[in-house]
C-alpha cells in the first residue's frame, strides 16, 4: 500500500514541495540577520508559508490517494478497519516522507549562517514577538525546532487520517467541498481575531505548535477536540463503516428553479462582479486620499441628486441601478418569445409563468445586493480604511436601500410589460422615470425612482433631502402596490 | 434597387414619419421655452439647451423606429420567401441603405426645425449682458460660423449628427441581423453608449466620446481636437465590425434560416 501510494503521488509534488520549501528558507534568510538554529526554527514557525504553501501541498497529495479502493482490494484486508488502518499507515509514511523533504530544504537553506543556540536577537527582527512566546516554553531553539517538527509530523498524519474519514464517509461530491471549507476557516483565522477566539480547531492548530500557545486554554482546547475526533474517527471505522452519510439532492423542482438556471449562469455573475468592481474600485480611485469608510461608502451609494443633471454621476447610477434590470429585461423576453411549448403545457395556471418570472428577478436582484455588500467590505478590508461602529449599519441601509429602488424599478417594468407585451417600452419608461430627476427638487424629491440615491437622503453632511425612514416607506409601498396588483390582476393581462 | 428600397420605405413608414413627427414637436417645443431660465448671448443657444436631452438619447430614436423590422422578418421566416426573388446581398443593401436614410432624416428634420424655431419662431433674445463680453470673451466651437451664420452652423450640425444616427443605427442593424432577442437590439445601441461615454469619462478622455462627437458643445472648446470628431466613430465602427464578425464568422449564425 505504502509502495503504491508513493507510485500515485509521484515525484513532481514532492519536488514542487523542496523548491518551495527552498525558496521561502532563502527569502527568509536574505531578509534577516539570524544564527543557523533562529533560522531553521523561523522558516518552520512561519505560518505564512505553512498555511498557504506547505497545507495545500498536503492536502493536494492526500486527495490523490484520498479515493477509496475497489471492493476486491478491500476484501483482501480481511476487515475494512484494517483496511483504513493500513491505509492511514501509508498516508502517514507520506507524512513521513513530506517532513523529511521539507526538513532537508530547511536545513540546507540554513547553510553558512553562523552557529548560536540561544534566544538573543538582533534588534528589529521580525521574529521577536514569536520568539518571546516560544522562548517561555523551551531553553534553546534546538529543542524547540525538534518539538516543533514532531507535532507537525504528527498534525500531519492526523489530517491526513480526517481526510481519508472524510472521504469514506461523505459522497464523492462532497468530500472536496468539505475539506475545502475546512481549509478556507484555516486560512482566513489567521487574519481575524473573532475567528481565532472561537474555541475550533482548525489545521493549523494541529500543524502549527505556536498556534496552540496563544490562549491559556488553547492547547486544551486541541488536544481535546483532536482526541475525540481520533476516538470517533476509529470507533466509526470499525464499527460503521458501511454507513454512508447521504445528504438529500436538493429540490430542483419548478419554474422558479428553470428560469434560475437560465438567468443565475456564470455569464451573467461575471458581468455584475466585473461592473461592482470597476465601479467600486473607481470609486476610490477618484477621492483616493479618504480614510473613513463610512465617507467612502456614501459616496459610492451618491447615485445623483434632483434638480439638475450631472452627466457623469447620472450614467453612474443609471449603469449600477439599470444593470440588473437590463439583464432581466434581456431574460424576460427571452424566456417569453421563446417559451417552449413543453414549459405551457406543464402549467397548471398562467399564474404560475408570473410568479416564476418575479420570484427569479426577485433571487437575482438580492444575489445584486449580496454583491453590493461583499465588494465594498472586501475593499474596505484591502485598502485598511478606517471602520467606525456606523460602517456595516451603514453599508447594509444603503444596500437595502438601493435593492428596493431596483426591485421597484423592476416590478414597474413588469407591469408595463404586462400591458403592453414588450419588455422594451418598460425598459424606455424607466430610463424616462429616471430622466425625470432633472425636475425641480420639490415635485422630484420624493419621486420613488432613484431614491437610493445617498445624495437625495437626508444626511447630517448635507442637511437636506428625504429622512431615511421616509425614503424606505416610499420604497416599500410603491413596490408593494406594484406587487399586489400584479399578483392580482398581473397575470391576466400577461400571455396569451 | 429602388423599387426594394421602396418597397422597404413602406414597411418603416409609419414609424418613421411618427418618430420624426413627435421629435420635431418635442424639439420645437424644448427650444423655444427652456431657454428662458438661462442668459444667453445669441438665439442659436436656445437650440443648444432645448436639444440637449436629445443628445443623451439619440440611440433609442434611430433605432426602436427601424431595427424591429429585421427582427420580425426573420422570426415570422418572411425573409425566407425573399430568397428565390432577390440576391441577399441585394436585400440587405436595399434595406440598410432605407434605414440609413430614414435614418438621418429622424434626426436632420428635428434638429434643423428646432433650429428655425429657435431662430426665427421665438421670440429674440435680448442679450442685456453684451457689455460683459468684452470683459469674458465668448467662448464657443466654431465661433465665427456660429455668431454670423447661426443657420448655416445648425445646417452641418444637424447633418453631422444625422450622419453619427447613420453609424449608431447600423450597429442596431448589425444586432438584428444576428440576435434573436428584440430587447437586446433595440437597447443595444444605447447601453453601448452609457457604457462607451462613462468608460470614457472615468478614464479621462471625455474628448473622445460619441457623445463629444456629437454634440461637440458638451467640453469645454479648447479640448475639443479633429480627433473629438472622429475617434467616436472610429471605435462604433470597429465595434459594429467586432459584432458582425463574431455573429457571422465565429458563431455562424445564418442570417437567412432556410
Not at chain 2, 170 to 186: K, P
Not at chain 2, 216 to 225: C, G, K, N, V
Request: glycine residues 6%.
Amino acid at each position: 500500500m505504502i509502495r503504491r501510494n508513493l507510485y500515485i503521488v509521484g515525484k513532481g509534488k514532492l519536488v514542487v514541495l523542496f523548491l518551495g520549501c527552498i525558496l521561502f528558507g532563502i527569502s527568509g534568510r536574505v531578509a534577516a540577520t539570524l544564527s543557523y538554529e533562529q533560522h531553521i526554527l523561523s522558516v518552520i514557525t512561519d505560518h505564512y508559508y505553512l498555511i498557504y504553501f506547505m497545507i495545500p501541498m498536503y492536502l493536494f497529495i492526500c486527495f490523490s490517494v484520498m479515493e477509496e479502493d475497489t471492493e476486491i482490494v478491500v476484501m483482501r484486508y480481511r476487515s475494512y478497519f484494517r483496511y483504513f488502518l493500513s491505509k492511514w499507515v501509508s498516508v502517514a509514511a507520506l507524512a513521513v516522507l513530506f517532513m523529511g523533504i521539507q526538513l532537508l530544504a530547511i536545513l540546507l537553506s540554513g547553510i553558512g549562517l553562523p552557529l548560536r543556540n540561544h534566544w538573543n536577537l538582533v534588534g528589529g527582527a521580525t521574529q521577536t514577538e514569536l520568539f518571546s512566546i516560544l522562548s517561555g516554553y523551551f531553553t534553546y531553539p534546538t529543542s524547540c525546532f525538534i518539538v516543533t517538527t514532531l507535532y507537525m509530523l504528527l498534525g500531519l498524519c492526523i489530517s491526513g487520517m480526517f481526510c481519508m474519514w472524510i472521504a469514506h464517509f461523505l459522497p464523492n461530491s462532497w468530500t472536496s467541498k468539505v475539506i475545502m471549507a475546512f481549509y478556507i476557516v484555516t486560512a482566513v483565522s489567521i487574519k481575524m481575531p473573532f475567528l481565532q477566539a472561537l474555541p475550533i480547531t482548525g489545521f493549523h492548530h494541529w500543524i502549527i505548535l505556536h498556534h496552540n500557545l496563544t490562549g491559556e486554554y488553547r492547547f486544551l482546547i486541541t488536544a481535546i477536540t483532536t482526541l475525540s475526533l481520533v476516538i470517533v474517527m476509529l470507533w466509526t471505522a470499525k464499527k460503521y463503516w458501511h454507513w454512508q452519510l447521504s445528504v438529500p439532492s436538493r429540490r430542483r423542482k419548478g419554474l422558479t428553479q428553470y428560469y434560475c438556471r437560465e438567468v443565475i449562469t456564470k455569464k451573467n455573475l461575471l458581468i455584475m462582479i466585473t461592473v461592482t468592481s470597476i465601479i467600486t474600485i473607481w470609486k476610490y480611485l477618484q477621492n483616493p486620499d479618504i480614510l473613513v469608510a463610512d465617507e467612502w461608502i456614501v459616496r459610492l451609494f451618491a447615485g445623483h441628486g434632483t434638480g439638475m443633471l450631472n452627466m457623469l454621476s447620472f450614467l453612474e447610477m443609471l449603469i449600477i441601478n439599470g444593470l440588473p434590470i437590463c439583464i432581466l429585461a434581456a431574460f424576460i423576453e427571452r424566456i417569453t418569445s421563446n417559451q417552449s411549448i413543453f414549459v405551457t403545457i406543464r402549467l397548471k395556471t398562467r399564474v404560475e409563468l408570473l410568479k416564476g418570472m418575479i420570484k427569479t428577478s426577485l433571487i437575482f436582484i438580492v444575489l445584486y445586493g449580496l454583491l453590493f455588500t461583499l465588494i465594498p467590505i472586501i475593499l474596505i478590508i484591502a485598502l485598511n480604511l478606517r471602520t467606525t461602529e456606523h460602517t456595516i449599519p451603514l453599508l447594509l441601509l444603503c444596500v437595502g436601500l438601493k435593492l428596493l429602488d431596483i426591485m421597484t424599478q423592476f416590478l414597474l417594468m413588469t407591469a408595463l410589460y404586462c400591458f403592453t407585451k414588450q419588455i422594451t417600452i418598460g425598459f424606455l419608461a424607466l430610463v424616462g422615470l429616471n430622466l425625470l430627476c432633472i425636475l425641480p427638487v420639490g415635485m422630484s424629491g420624493y419621486l420613488p425612482i432613484g431614491l437610493s440615491s445617498m445624495a437625495r437622503i437626508y444626511l447630517p453632511q448635507t442637511q437636506s433631502g428625504v429622512s431615511v425612514v421616509l425614503a424606505y416607506g416610499i420604497l416599500m409601498i410603491a413596490s408593494s402596490t406594484i406587487f399586489i396588483w400584479l399578483r392580482i390582476r398581473g397575470h391576466n393581462k400577461t400571455f396569451k | 434597387m429602388f423599387r426594394l428600397m421602396k418597397n422597404e420605405w413602406k414597411k418603416l413608414k409609419s414609424p418613421v414619419l411618427g418618430a420624426i413627427a413627435i421629435l420635431s414637436l418635442v424639439a420645437c417645443i424644448l427650444s423655444s421655452t427652456l431657454y428662458l431660465d438661462y442668459s444667453l448671448y445669441y438665439d442659436i443657444e436656445a437650440w443648444e439647451i432645448g436639444t440637449e436631452l436629445i443628445g443623451f438619447l439619440f440611440p433609442l430614436f434611430v433605432v426602436i423606429p427601424i431595427c424591429w423590422n429585421m427582427y420580425y422578418e426573420r422570426k415570422n421566416n418572411f425573409l425566407l420567401y425573399t430568397m428565390p426573388r432577390v440576391s441577399k446581398r441585394k436585400y440587405l443593401t436595399a434595406k440598410w441603405l432605407t434605414s440609413a436614410i430614414s435614418s438621418f432624416f429622424i434626426l436632420f428634420i428635428p434638429y434643423f426645425l428646432s433650429a428655425i424655431f429657435a431662430l426665427y419662431v421665438k421670440s429674440p433674445i435680448d442679450p442685456y449682458a453684451t457689455a460683459d463680453v468684452s470683459v469674458t470673451p465668448f467662448r464657443h466651437i466654431f465661433l465665427e460660423l456660429f455668431t454670423q451664420t447661426p443657420l448655416l452652423y445648425a445646417f452641418l450640425l444637424s447633418c453631422w449628427k444625422s450622419l453619427i444616427g447613420i453609424f449608431v443605427m447600423s450597429l442596431g442593424f448589425v444586432l438584428s441581423l444576428y440576435v434573436d432577442n428584440i430587447f437586446v437590439i433595440l437597447t443595444g445601441p444605447f447601453i453601448y453608449e452609457i457604457l462607451e461615454n462613462f468608460i470614457l469619462s472615468i478614464l479621462g478622455l471625455e474628448k473622445y466620446r460619441l457623445v463629444t462627437a456629437f454634440e461637440p458643445t458638451s467640453l469645454a472648446t479648447e479640448s475639443i481636437a479633429i480627433g473629438s470628431f472622429l475617434m467616436g466613430l472610429l471605435v462604433i465602427s470597429i465595434v459594429i465590425v467586432a459584432v458582425w464578425l463574431y455573429f457571422g464568422k465565429i458563431k455562424r449564425i445564418p442570417v437567412f434560416k432556410v
